[in-house]
């Protein structure tokens, strides 16, 4: 049975209702308000959730934590993805994309090598070296700036269940219909503030000041 999804009848199909990642995430912790444990963890993929997470772990008074999971890029378009890997080393192939965009098996290959390479990288920096979050019976508060696919945020969520997290809320300030439907179907709960249908659909649109977060500041946030 697929998870409720929450959203914000007013933000609907709209652009750029937020300032920023700060006040996303500010957002998103009015609508989770009185919905969550008290000892619940929120935790961010880097990086550009980090900023999200941390404004909704400071507004209700909750710890955060990343959890690494990176989308595989296509070479020649860095902001398109066609699959992600996690912190514990799983992999999600996007294979109808994988089709359609004509790599070869060995462009597959070193698109992985090479995102594998960048987790590890973001773990040593971000978790000094431990791959997985704390979460073994704790409710998680998954969080990103937005979500596109999905897929990053479903292998975020299957790697975290499989860490021991009794309950996974997922919490994103945008997304297209169709990630949130594929997120449904593996969380207990989706709470997303501007749902926008596509195509064309990018995460970016939905703020006003937009930027790639750099590893330096998503580590300040977490007091790395």
Not at 7 to 13: A, I, N
Not at 87 to 99: H, I, M, Q, S, T
Not at 161 to 175: D, L, N, S
Request: proline share 6%.
């Amino acid at each position: 049975m697929a998870a409720p999804v929450v959203d914000l009848p007013e933000l609907r199909e709209r652009t750029h209702v937020f300032a920023d990642r700060r006040e996303a995430g500010e957002v998103l912790a009015r609508m989770l308000a009185g919905t969550v444990d008290a000892d619940a963890v929120v935790v961010a993929i880097p990086a550009g959730g980090v900023p999200v997470g941390a404004a909704l772990a400071a507004a209700l008074g909750l710890p955060l934590d990343v959890a690494v999971v990176s989308k595989i890029t296509l070479p020649w378009n860095t902001e398109a993805g066609y699959g992600a890997v996690a912190f514990d080393g799983r992999v999600a192939l996007n294979e109808p994309l994988v089709r359609m965009s004509g790599l070869t098996p060995a462009e597959v290959e070193a698109g992985i090598r090479a995102t594998r390479e960048k987790v590890e990288r973001r773990v040593r920096r971000l978790r000094g070296g431990e791959a997985a979050p704390d979460v073994a019976g704790r409710e998680v508060i998954a969080v990103d700036d937005g979500l596109a696919s999905g897929l990053t945020m479903q292998l975020a969520v299957e790697a975290l269940r499989a860490a021991g997290a009794r309950r996974i809320v997922v919490a994103v300030p945008t997304a297209h219909p169709e990630a949130l439907a594929r997120i449904a179907r593996v969380a207990d709960a989706v709470y997303c503030a501007n749902v926008r249908s596509g195509p064309p659909f990018a995460v970016a649109e939905a703020y006003r000041r937009w930027y790639d977060v750099p590893e330096e500041e998503a580590a300040a946030l977490l007091g790395r």
